[in-house]
Each structure stands twice: as structure tokens, then as C-alpha cells.
């Protein structure tokens, strides 16, 4: 794996939080900030991929109306429970 340089612009605030993370931790700033970077990617990649997975899901005909969904949850909890909506098809929603 090469290595390649990447300048960022920190507020001061964050450049100290930075600093005393990297003392406590005996830990680079370098080390730190890509960890961090990383760990954001693959959360960020991670959500752009389950928000197009749910997007083909719904062009698809299969999902679960806000209005079941809704009607659900708010029967959590109560006497008057109900099971968990099946997913509507282009065919059962017309």
C-alpha cells in the first residue's frame, strides 16, 4: 500500500483535541486522523450503499407503506400488538 499526502484544514478546537488525543494515546496525529478518515469512509459508503439497496427495493413494488409501518411501532408496547407488516408489491398495492 502506498502512502499519499493529504492536507487538512483543522479549527483550532479540534487541532487541540487532535494534539491531546495523540499524547494520550502515545499515538501520531498522522495515525489518528487516518484511522478516523478511514472509519468515516466505510460508514459513509456503508449508508450510500443500504440507501441504494432501499431505493431498488421500493422501485422494485416491494415495501411496507409508511402508513403500516407507522400503525406498527406505535403498537409496540401495547396491549393491542400487532405483527409486523408484510411488504406490498406493485400487485397487492393496486
Not at 49 to 64: C, N
Amino acid at each position: 500500500m502506498s502512502d499519499n499526502t493529504v492536507f487538512v484544514h483543522l479549527s483550532d478546537d479540534t487541532k487541540r483535541r487532535l494534539d491531546r488525543l495523540s499524547q494520550a494515546t502515545d499515538r501520531s496525529a498522522t495515525s489518528i486522523t487516518a484511522e478516523a478518515l478511514e472509519a468515516y469512509l466505510a460508514q459513509q459508503e456503508w449508508q450510500i450503499a443500504a440507501i441504494d439497496d432501499a431505493i431498488r427495493l421500493a422501485e422494485s413494488g416491494e415495501f411496507v407503506s409508511h402508513e403500516a409501518m407507522k400503525s406498527w411501532l406505535t403498537s409496540w408496547g401495547t396491549a393491542e400488538e400487532t405483527s409486523a407488516p408484510r411488504p406490498l408489491t406493485r400487485k397487492t398495492a393496486q
